[in-house]
T-cell receptor, first 114, second 114 residues
Framework: KNQVEQSPQSLIILEGKNCTLQ??????????LRWYKQDTGRGPVSLTI?????NTKSNGRYTATLDADTKQSSLHITASQLSDSASYIC?????????????FGRGTQLTVWP | EADIYQTPRYLVIGTGKKITLECSQT?????MYWYQQDPGMELHLIHY???????EKGDLSSESTVSRIRTEHFPLTLESARPSHTSQYLC?????????????FGDGTRLSIL
């Protein structure tokens, strides 16, 4: 069964600290993995995409990694800011259909305290 | 920022009413989607469209219907709302023809049926 599991479910950190969010997936055949940020009351916004051949990709203070062998990804946030408080959703796409079926994780709720 | 708009943002309405949730995008995207999202849970695809006059049901069974008469417009209708329809509804769109394109999300409609 194709699934996407995220951990932790929620996380509280102090402003300026770093954190790492985890995503494990069983989706096959794999096409790509994308991390979205969803602010409260808003729609998700894409942060970064990882394809099969990519191991690391950065977008400002966000760095995503992908290990396609173990089917794991992480999102590392450096020097956190209050505006980083949001839900971070891992989404995996398969290659098995024209639509490029998306499998969503339940997200990690990150809270950054001053 | 993606140019995709949903109205209303919030709707509280009584059981049995007919409601239409609006979604419009100005990016000329062929593909459009409707998702249902409950607190702490993953997004579930309920409808999608490849283009004008194309509509398909998603993975999650829904009593709602959709139409796609114009490229930019993808409304969702509930003929007779019930409390079980209470949820957040997110609309999204994406380009076709290019691989690995992100879905751009609207800010959602939070629907409460009394």
């Amino acid at each position: 069964k194709n699934q996407v599991e995220q951990s932790p479910q929620s996380l509280i950190i102090l402003e300026g600290k770093n954190c790492t969010l985890q995503c494990n997936y069983t989706v096959s055949p794999f096409s790509n993995l994308r991390w979205y940020k969803q602010d409260t009351g808003r729609g998700p916004v894409s942060l970064t995409i990882m394809t099969f051949s990519e191991n690391t990709k950065s977008n400002g203070r966000y760095t995503a990694t992908l290990d396609a062998d173990t089917k794991q990804s992480s999102l590392h946030i450096t020097a956190s800011q209050l505006s980083d408080s949001a839900s971070y959703i891992c989404v995996v796409s398969d290659r098995g259909s024209t639509l490029g079926r998306l499998y969503f994780g339940r997200g990690t709720q990150l809270t950054v305290w001053p | 920022e993606a140019d995709i708009y949903q109205t209303p943002r919030y709707l509280v309405i009584g059981t049995g009413k007919k409601i239409t949730l609006e979604c419009s995008q100005t990016m000329g995207h062929d593909k459009m989607y409707w998702y249902q999202q409950d607190p702490g849970m993953e997004l579930h695809l309920i409808h999608y469209s490849y283009g004008v006059n194309s509509t398909e049901k998603g993975d999650l069974s829904s009593e709602s219907t959709v139409s796609r008469i114009r490229t930019e417009h993808f409304p969702l209708t509930l003929e007779s709302a019930r409390p079980s329809h209470t949820s957040q509804y997110l609309c999204a769109s994406s380009e076709s023809g290019q691989p690995n394109q992100p879905q751009h999300f609207g800010d959602g409609t939070r629907l409460s049926i009394l």
